[in-house]
């Protein structure tokens, strides 16, 4: 219910959020962790805090003892809910004209009117400042992820006290966060477009975990299931209708993807962080499920930033349109030219519009850095392989056309190291590596064929036809091309 009606806005906690400050991880304080051994107890001169329990063996109730507890069970995680903090915000960013009219007794931290009252300070500009930095790098998460997290708490209390059925209990839990992640690769990756990119977005362990969750829990609703097996599953999730994900002004729901794929990454934080007290539980025999359920699915979490973003940077820059671009340029010249062509200088401007897209997303919901880099490798990668697809379709080019090339790429490399600090440029090799193919002699070539299978059957037959055609005869040609057909080339 609340994954189909979530719309994937931020959920606005504090910078120093921890589920141990939420009421369901309360438990987990009153006994010494089970993640520190013994030996490892840091040296303490304080008195050991005993469990419930022990507190009252000797005699008391711990019912009449809550109202004391009251203000420690309270909850402080959710961060300003933004009517005060825009007012204050506006008090830090606007400069206002007429300060040169007000006294300097207003000018000060607190006016002290003499009413009796204490004077009250001002929160000055720069610990507001300070605080909006803060505020920004608040954990990602959302309403639902916060519930699912909180459910965990309850499971884990269960868990704590009845011990005979602690491994029931983590099968939920496991399930729960299971269908979490298959309904966020669902609403924001699934996608064919990048099954034919090759480029290998999808992991073996990801795919895998992706079918056994759709096969053991969704409810695809086949006519061959029987009531029994039905009953265990759940409906396959569906997104909320109020979340767009195909307007090119918001870059395709990025902030919406972020929000999502982060929040489940910061998920998988959680469990990693409550794994040793999970395995403290969980009889001897049934730990290898647990440890199953962290190495396949847990961990398989920041894997789904790369199909659910590839979508974006496949469709935020018109790739399609330098490829045409390139089908006009002549590369069958006669002198070298020291002017790089104009798709260079169009491909570019995507780039930067790209950029600026993304920095006014950035208002709306904070990029992590490794977003970011899997956003900018997508959009180089796929630029760098349309570029030699571009080459692939030359039909003449002479020493002095390959050169034109390199000018262009080399222009290309130079104008976007400054948009982006991703290092090493993705793809950059995969580029030089094919216009310098140009030079190579026959039996050299023979031998590229053989050890270069990244490149397309279409892109070898071009090097072969176009940049040896020339200075070999046609049984050698014959030869080269029955080298790439005899080829059986796996997708990259």
Avoid at 59 to 78: A, S
Avoid at 110 to 134: A, C, H, I
Avoid at 226 to 245: A, D, G, N, T
């Amino acid at each position: 219910m609340f994954l189909e009606n979530e719309t994937w806005e931020l959920c606005p906690v504090k910078s120093n959020f921890s589920i141990a400050q939420l009421h369901e991880f309360r438990f987990m304080g009153q006994c010494r962790s089970p993640s520190v051994s013994p030996s490892r107890q840091p040296e303490s001169t304080e008195p050991v805090e005993l469990c419930l329990f022990e507190q009252y063996l000797q005699g008391g109730n711990p019912f009449e003892m809550q109202i004391d507890n009251k203000e420690e069970e309270t909850e402080d995680v959710l961060a300003s809910n933004g009517y005060e903090s825009d007012e204050l915000e506006k008090s830090v960013y606007q400069d206002y004209d007429s300060d040169s009219d007000v006294p300097e007794e207003l000018k000060q931290d607190y006016v002290d009117e003499q009413t009796g009252d204490g004077p009250v300070k001002s929160v000055s500009r720069e610990t507001l400042r300070s605080r909006k930095r803060s505020d920004y790098n608040a954990p990602i998460l959302t309403n639902t992820t916060l519930n699912v997290i909180r459910l965990v708490g309850k499971y884990m209390q269960m868990m704590n006290i009845l011990k005979p059925i602690a491994f029931d209990v983590i099968h939920c839990v496991s399930q729960l966060f299971d269908y979490y992640l298959y309904a966020v690769y669902t609403f924001f990756g699934r996608n064919d477009m990048y099954e034919s990119s090759g480029l290998g977005l999808i992991s073996s362990r990801l795919r895998t975990t992706l079918s056994r969750i759709q096969e053991s829990l969704i409810d695809m609703v086949s006519p061959h299931a029987s009531p029994e097996e039905r009953k265990e599953k759940v409906p396959r999730p569906h997104l909320s209708q109020l979340v767009i994900l195909t307007s090119s002004d918001t870059l395709y729901g990025l902030a919406e993807r972020v929000v999502a794929t982060e929040s489940l990454v910061f998920l998988a934080e959680q469990f990693e962080f409550l794994q040793p007290h999970l395995d403290t539980t969980m009889p001897s025999a049934k730990k290898p499920f647990l440890q199953q359920f962290y190495s396949q699915t847990v961990s398989t979490a920041s894997e789904l930033r790369k199909p659910i973003y590839w979508i974006v940077a496949a469709k935020a820059i018109d790739y399609e349109q330098m490829l045409l671009l390139m089908v006009g340029v002549k590369w069958d010249i006669k002198e070298i030219m020291s002017q790089h062509n104009v798709y260079v200088d169009v491909l570019l401007k995507e780039f930067e519009k790209f950029n600026q897209r993304l920095g006014d997303v950035s208002k709306i919901v904070r990029i992590p850095l490794p977003v970011s880099n899997v956003l900018w490798e997508h959009c180089i990668r796929l630029a760098n392989r349309t570029l030699v697809e571009g080459y692939a379709n030359v039909k003449k080019c002479s020493n002095e056309g390959r050169a034109l090339m390199q000018l262009d790429f080399q222009q290309f490399l130079m104008k976007l190291e400054k948009l982006t600090d991703l290092r090493p440029i993705p793809d950059k090799e995969f580029v030089e590596t094919y216009i310098k193919v140009y030079y190579l002699t026959e039996n050299d070539m023979e031998q590229f064929i053989k050890n270069h299978r990244e490149y397309s059957m279409k892109q070898l037959t071009n090097l072969v036809n176009v940049c040896l055609g020339s200075h070999i005869n046609k049984k050698a040609r014959q030869k080269l091309l029955a080298a790439i057909d005899d080829i059986d080339r796996p997708k990259r």
